[in-house]
Nanobody, 127 residues
């Protein structure tokens, strides 16, 4: 199993930046995908960004709404995942979650493909 814990959330004004971090512990060696998801009140949880760690090492994917503004990175040891968020917009306001999938494979974008989740960190962007 893998344990995940996010940090770095907070409140910023539109146009500002935040950096989220996710510390992973446990059986991290078998992680094949890590990602960031977010969920706003009344909305479904959605993929923000993922990074492949197995067959397609280093391949990243982004939601269209964050491309060019957010950057996902991993520490090459499967123990820390980051999300640099620039030019934040009010619509980025949500609870942000780190997620991981273990075994072999390619990253999926559906939250149902990720068995392991952190408790989440709140990001609030004011206009």
């Amino acid at each position: 199993q893998v344990q995940l814990e996010e940090s770095g959330g907070g409140s910023v004004q539109a146009g500002g930046s935040l950096r989220l971090s996710c510390a992973a512990s446990g059986y991290t060696a078998s992680t094949y995908c890590m990602g960031w998801f977010r969920q706003a009140p009344g909305k479904e949880r959605e993929m923000v960004a993922t990074v492949d760690l197995d067959f397609a090492v280093g391949v990243t994917r982004y939601a269209d709404s964050v491309k060019g503004r957010f950057t996902i990175s991993e520490d090459n040891h499967k123990t820390e995942l980051s999300l640099q968020m620039n030019n934040l917009k009010p619509e980025d306001t949500a609870m942000y979650y780190c997620a991981a999938a273990l075994g072999r494979g390619y990253c999926a974008t559906s939250p149902t493909a990720f068995p392991y989740w952190g408790p989440g960190t709140q990001v609030t962007v004011s206009s």
